[in-house]
Structure formats: C-alpha cells, structure tokens
C-alpha cells in the first residue's frame, strides 16, 4: 500500500491564477498546482536551492524535485502548444504563521493580510 500523501505547506495563494496566450487559438489549458507554482518560485524566482525549498514547503527534497519536474513539463507545454495556463488546486496547506525566513518576504500571506507577525486564527487548508 502507498504512503498517503503528506499535505505541502505554501506561503499563499497567488494573486495571479492564470495566463492567456496571445496570437493563437484556443488550444485547450494546462493546470499548475499551489504546490508546483511555489516550488517554481522558491527554486527559480527566489533562488533557493531545494534543500531550502524542502525545508519551506515541509516535504522531502526528492518529493521537491518530482514536483518542480512536473511543473516545469506543464509550463514547457503552455509554451511550445500555446495553452492557457489556470494556477490552483492541490493538497496544500496555508502557512500558519509568520517564520523567521519570512521577514523579508513579498509574497507572505501574513504580509498581505497585515497582520505584522503571530498566529492566525486558522489554518488554511486547500483541497482540490
């Protein structure tokens, strides 16, 4: 029997949830998870190596890897055939506080909420 799955930790949830293509005709869409899209912008907008990005996301570095693989076939697919991209969707869970290797962070959810640093209320949790 298979491992169940363990629930990925993400920052937020993006503010941008999809992408059109300009000059073609509908060729159908392709769907990047929560998880995917922050592991594609821990590892490639922010640089982190996966160890780190492991650590943020509280999953394995191999499981970093299979994801950031898959993400970056979907993106490739948007490209070269011209499909929309939609961003949701995944087993994922909310951070629930403000880390320390947050405090610079843009895309934090507790930053975008206002709340300065602390615990919220609840924890979000995300399922598709």
């Given at each position: 029997?298979?491992?169940?799955?363990k629930?990925?930790?993400?920052?937020?949830?993006p503010?941008?949830?999809?992408?059109?293509?300009?000059g073609?005709?509908?060729?159908?869409?392709?769907?990047?998870?929560?998880?995917?899209?922050?592991?594609?912008?821990?590892?490639?907008h922010?640089q982190m190596?996966?160890?780190?990005?492991?650590?943020?996301?509280?999953?394995?570095?191999?499981?970093?890897?299979?994801?950031?693989?898959?993400?970056?076939?979907k993106?490739?697919?948007m490209?070269?055939n011209?499909?929309?991209l939609?961003?949701?969707?995944?087993?994922?869970?909310?951070?629930r506080?403000?880390?320390?290797?947050?405090?610079?962070?843009?895309h934090?959810?507790h930053r975008?909420?206002?709340?300065?640093?602390?615990?919220?209320?609840?924890?979000?949790e995300?399922?598709?």
């Amino acid at each position: 029997m298979a491992r169940p799955q363990k629930r990925r930790c993400i920052c937020s949830v993006p503010e941008v949830t999809g992408f059109r293509p300009r000059g073609c005709g509908q060729n159908g869409s392709v769907n990047l998870t929560y998880d995917e899209y922050e592991v594609i912008r821990l590892l490639d907008h922010l640089q982190m190596n996966q160890e780190e990005c492991a650590r943020r996301m509280d999953i394995s570095r191999p499981t970093v890897t299979r994801i950031y693989n898959e993400a970056r076939r979907k993106m490739a697919d948007m490209l070269v055939n011209g499909r929309e991209l939609t961003i949701g969707g995944g087993d994922v869970t909310v951070c629930r506080e403000m880390k320390p290797e947050c405090a610079g962070e843009p895309h934090c959810c507790h930053r975008r909420s206002g709340l300065s640093a602390g615990w919220r209320e609840t924890e979000t949790e995300i399922t598709d």
